[in-house]
C-alpha cells in the first residue's frame, strides 16, 4: 500500500498533533479535548506537567513521554502503536508541539511509514505574539531560540539584521535582557521590537517601542525577568544601506569621534543611519586618530 493511500484510509493509525494551551486554560479547543480523550496513547514531552492537564479535563490515558533527549528512541514504539490501527496524541508542554518543541523525529517517521499524521490547530505562542504585536505579518521568520552565549546569539543576529521580514524569537526571561542588549548593538538602537511576557497568562505584558526604549522598559519592570517572553522585531528596509545613504557615515563617524567617546559615537551614528551600533563602532575605530 502506497503511502498516499495509506495515509487516507482512516480505519489504520492515525497520529494527532495537538495544540494545549499555552497559559489559559479554556484555550483548548473541544476537538482537541475529543482527541485526547479518545487516544489509545498520548506522548507527552513532560508526562507530570501533561498529566494535571489531563486531570484538570477529567482525562485518564495512557501516556508517554516524548521529549528531546528520548524522542528517537521512542519512535519505534509510536510506529507499533499506530501499526495495531490505534490513535496516538502527540503534545508539548504548552503550544503547537513541533514549533520549538520535540516530534520533528516522530512526525517525519510517521509520514514515511505511511500513517495518517492529522494537526488539531491551537494555540502557539509566536502566532498570539504576532496577531497582537502591531507589526507587518504578511511576512515573517520565526528563528526561535538563540544561542544562549553572547558571542553566538550576535553572530546569530548579524545574519537576520538585513532580513526585510518580521523576525519572531523565544526567549528565557534569565537572558533576555541579554538579548535585548544585543538586539540593540547589532540592529541599531532605533530598531522597532515588541515583547509579550505570560501570553495569555494573569500578568500578560506587551513592551513595544524601539529596541532601546524596549530594553530600558524592560529593565525597569520589577516583573521584567519573570514568564517566558516572545520577542518580534521589525525587518529592516529593503535597501538596509539605504537609510544612511542621505549623509556620509565616515564622515559622520569622524565629527563625532572628534567630540565623543568612540561608543558614544556610535550609538549615536547608530540611531541616525539606523545602521548596527556593532558595525558602526568597529568603523569609528578604524577612523580614531592614533
Known amino acids: 500500500m502506497s503511502s498516499s493511500e495509506r495515509s ?4 489504520g493509525g492515525v497520529l494527532s498533533i495537538v495544540a494545549t494551551p499555552i497559559g489559559n486554560l479554556d484555550d483548548l479547543s473541544e476537538r482537541a479535548r475529543q482527541v485526547l480523550a479518545s487516544a489509545d496513547l498520548v506522548a507527552a514531552e513532560d508526562t507530570r506537567h501533561s498529566g494535571r492537564l489531563l486531570q484538570h479535563l477529567g482525562i485518564s490515558r495512557p501516556m508517554m513521554a516524548l521529549h528531546d533527549h528520548n524522542e528517537r528512541g521512542r ?7 499506530l501499526g495495531q490501527g490505534q490513535k496516538v496524541a502527540l503534545i508539548s508542554d504548552a503550544g503547537t508541539p513541533l514549533i520549538s518543541d520535540p516530534g520533528y523525529v516522530v512526525v517525519r517517521e510517521a509520514r514515511a511509514a505511511g500513517y495518517r499524521v492529522t494537526p488539531i490547530p491551537g494555540p502557539c505562542a509566536l502566532i498570539a505574539g504576532l496577531s497582537a504585536a502591531g507589526l507587518p505579518t504578511d511576512r515573517f521568520l520565526f528563528a526561535g531560540f538563540l544561542p544562549a552565549k553572547r558571542s553566538g546569539r550576535q553572530a546569530a543576529l548579524e545574519q537576520l539584521r538585513k532580513e526585510p521580514a518580521t ?14 542588549q544585543d538586539m540593540v548593538e547589532v540592529f541599531g538602537a532605533g530598531r522597532e521590537c515588541v515583547l509579550g511576557r505570560e501570553l495569555t497568562k494573569t500578568f500578560e505584558t506587551f513592551y513595544s517601542g524601539s529596541a532601546e526604549t524596549v530594553l530600558g522598559e524592560l529593565q525597569a519592570d520589577p516583573h521584567g525577568a519573570k514568564g517566558e517572553f ?3 522585531v521589525r525587518g529592516a528596509d529593503a535597501s538596509p544601506e539605504d537609510a544612511g545613504s542621505s549623509v556620509d557615515t565616515d564622515k559622520l563617524l569622524e565629527l563625532l569621534i572628534a567630540e565623543l567617546p568612540v561608543k558614544k559615537a556610535a550609538k549615536i551614528a547608530s540611531e541616525l543611519t539606523g545602521l548596527g551600533k556593532n558595525e558602526l563602532y568597529q568603523r569609528a575605530l578604524a577612523l580614531k586618530p592614533d
Do not use: A, K, Q, T
Open 75 to 81: 519512535v519505534e514504539r509510536v510506529l507499533e502503536v
Open 230 to 232: 516572545v520577542v518580534m
Open 8 to 11: 487516507s484510509d482512516h480505519s
Open 167 to 180: 523576525l519572531v524569537f523565544y526567549e528565557s526571561p534569565h537572558r533576555i535582557s541579554d538579548l535585548m
